[in-house]
């Protein structure tokens, strides 16, 4: 009898990820300018308001949004092009399960990262 052996924590948060995902690049619809105030089920204590114009705190949101939205979050508070932009440093300040999720989903943004290194 062989015994199956659990999925590590690093595939069960990759899988998770992955089912929040949007379909397309293009379906994040999210504000470009302006303030984002996040709903509860997205923050539950402390920050929950974030400007755009600022880049930290658009930063903020976005790592937020990343790691606790759901997929119509994700589609609603994020902005394609600002996710495109940012991604070369925001893949630095996510967790490993999301960045490659999101990487994996969307060569392009892989692509943006090899050009800002080159």
Same mark, same amino acid.
């Given at each position: ?23 397309? @690049?293009?379906?994040?619809?999210g504000p ?7 709903? @509860? ?34 589609? &609603? ?12 440093? @925001? !893949?630095?300040?996510?967790? !490993?399960?999301i960045r ?7 060569? &392009? @943004? ?6 800002t290194a080159?």
């Amino acid at each position: 009898m062989s015994v199956q052996p659990f999925p590590d924590a690093f595939d069960l948060l990759c899988a998770q990820y992955a089912q929040r995902m949007p379909v397309s @690049l293009e379906d994040l619809a999210g504000p470009t300018e302006g303030t984002v105030d996040l709903p @509860l089920h997205v923050v539950w204590s402390g920050r929950r308001s974030y400007g755009l114009e600022q880049p930290r705190s658009r930063m903020g949101l976005y790592r937020t949004v990343l790691a606790e939205g759901q997929r119509q979050d994700l589609i &609603e508070f994020l902005n394609r092009d600002l996710l495109i932009a940012q991604w070369p440093v @925001l !893949r630095t300040l996510i967790s !490993r399960p999301i960045r490659d999720v999101w990487e994996a989903a969307f060569p &392009e @943004l892989t692509s943006v990262t090899a050009t800002t290194a080159a």
